[in-house]
């Protein structure tokens, strides 16, 4: 947990409810600026709660610190900022309980603060990882984990999605394991987590993954701005109302990706700020690329 004090509670009073209750508590407290911590000492009283602290090292140490200090058989890793079905932990860690399987994942992630519009535009309910096996592990045998699963916290956001590649193993999917994660809120929050993205894009290979996920919008967008260019040319429109073109070709691309994804949702705020939301995440991935490839900080 990092500055988590909006969304800790939630996240340990839907922890509290689950149907499974025989589990110990890890937190990690990765150098919270704000009363993150004190906030979860207060549920002490509901759990077998350790609370630990570290300099702010990233996601990747944290979990890693988690499997070393955990005694128990399984280790399921969550942050703060999400909760759960109550049922999430008992169909997550059923198939390893039973001998089934080393690994599992989460089949369906809804948005845990969908209230927020900008939170709701980066994504509706979504089913995350794929329908059978995933690269993302939300609970593991701890054995297992430390043999060799240790997290490259130096891949930044991606550290959790590496295990599968150095390993060869992948976890299976469980469609019934439910949570709510919360999403950025602002376009400052947009950007910030955006640039971290950007960031581990450059340090790992999944920037071509981001590629071919985007590329029949990108090459759509490439045709649609080489038609605007020629018509500019011909015409020697002026420099200024030809940039404008470019921008408004850019916010209609985007309105029509947005309209597509929420064709049974009629609510025009929604789409009014999606084009914006994009523009500022690209913006981010760019800049935290950027600043790896050159400046290296």
Not at 22 to 46: C, P
Not at 62 to 90: C, H, Q
Request: charged letters at 25%.
């Amino acid at each position: 947990m990092y500055n988590e004090r909006r969304y800790i509670g939630r996240c340990l009073d839907s922890l509290k409810k689950q149907t499974y209750q025989n589990f110990e508590l890890i937190l990690i407290d990765d150098g919270s600026k704000d009363n993150t911590v004190e906030i979860a000492k207060q549920y002490h009283k509901n759990f077998d709660l350790i609370i630990l602290q570290q300099k702010n090292s990233g996601p990747g140490k944290a979990r890693n610190r988690w499997a070393k200090e955990s005694k128990w058989d399984i280790i399921v890793l969550v942050d703060a900022d999400m909760y759960f079905d109550k049922n999430f932990i008992k169909n997550l860690i059923e198939p390893i309980l039973e001998w089934k399987e080393i690994g599992t994942a989460h089949g369906v992630e809804k948005v845990g603060n969908a209230e927020n519009i900008r939170a709701k535009t980066r994504c509706l309910n979504r089913i995350p990882n794929p329908p059978k096996r995933s690269g993302v592990y939300r609970a593991i045998l701890r054995k297992k984990f430390l043999e060799s699963w240790w997290f490259d916290s130096s891949k930044g956001y991606f550290d959790d999605n590496l295990s599968h590649i150095n390993n060869g193993k992948w976890a299976l999917t469980i469609m019934s394991a439910i949570c709510y994660h919360n999403n950025p809120e602002s376009l400052k929050e947009v950007f910030k987590h955006s640039t971290w993205v950007g960031k581990s894009l450059a340090q790992t290979n999944e920037f071509g993954k981001y590629l071919k996920k985007y590329i029949n919008a990108v090459v759509w967008f490439i045709i649609a701005l080489g038609i605007v260019v020629i018509i500019g040319v011909y015409f020697s429109i002026n420099i200024t109302y030809f940039i404008y073109s470019i921008i408004a070709l850019l916010v209609i691309a985007l309105e029509i990706q947005a309209s597509k994804r929420i064709k049974q949702e009629k609510e025009r705020r929604y789409l009014r700020s999606f084009p914006l939301l994009s523009i500022t995440r690209w913006l981010g991935y760019i800049y935290g690329m950027t600043r790896y490839l050159f400046i290296k900080k």
